[in-house]
């Protein structure tokens, strides 16, 4: 019996858009920006703060730096300036439709315990808290936990975090039901003893969602 469902983030509430951040980066002279970018767990720079090990202006001097290794010709001039690589980034987050927001409240009316578990970083759930905000949802409110990998130094599809979350939530594998956009990650939390749900990328899944913990 399904008494736990815990959501990633990106890819499942929210909408996002790769295609847009890697035109964004690669205006800004960020060539190498196809490379690090992945919907399921970004490499580089990107990595390093969506596992926390950046802070903003290490993670805006890093690309920098990627971008001057490319073009061993530009002037410190020529470089863009934190602003617009933190736009760049920000452009990947598409917003959050209501509805998705308001299946999870009224799931926890139903008595399930709720929570999130996203691979992303301070730049994304910073920007994108505020489509819980227009919705009318505080996140932290909404969700009983809310694990963020920027936080937590680890990502999907490290078994440990799986690990972490059921040692800190005291969830049972059996009776909690993970929901995530990527096969991989579903695996992973599938070998664990966690139920899985591989939503479609930008699909409405409350429907199945909802037979699936009948």
């Not at 439709?97 to 994304?124: C, F, M, W």
């Not at 694990?147 to 059996?174: M, V």
């Amino acid at each position: 019996m399904i008494k736990n469902i815990v959501f990633d983030f990106g890819g499942v509430l929210l909408d996002l858009r790769p295609d847009r951040c890697i035109e964004q980066f690669t205006a800004l002279g960020y060539g190498r920006i196809k490379e690090v970018l992945s919907m399921a767990h970004q490499q580089g720079p990107l990595g390093q703060i969506e596992e926390g090990h950046l802070t903003l202006q290490a993670f805006c001097d890093e690309v920098r730096r990627e971008i001057k290794a490319e073009h061993e010709d530009w002037s410190d001039t020529q470089l863009p300036g934190n602003r617009e690589i933190v736009c760049a980034f920000a452009s990947m987050a598409d917003g959050v439709p209501h509805e998705r927001l308001d299946i999870i409240d009224e799931l926890k009316q139903q008595g399930y315990h709720v929570a999130a578990l996203s691979n992303t970083n301070l730049v994304h759930w910073g920007y994108c808290q505020r489509y819980f905000i227009e919705a009318g949802y505080v996140p932290t409110e909404l969700f009983e936990h809310l694990w963020l990998s920027c936080d937590l130094h680890l990502a999907k599809p490290d078994p440990r975090i799986f690990e972490y979350i059921l040692r800190d939530s005291g969830y049972k594998p059996e009776e909690t039901l993970f929901v995530d956009d990527n096969p991989k990650n579903c695996a992973v939390a599938e070998s664990l003893g966690i139920h899985s749900f591989c939503a479609p990328v930008r699909s409405d899944w409350r429907e199945e969602l909802k037979q699936l913990i009948k």
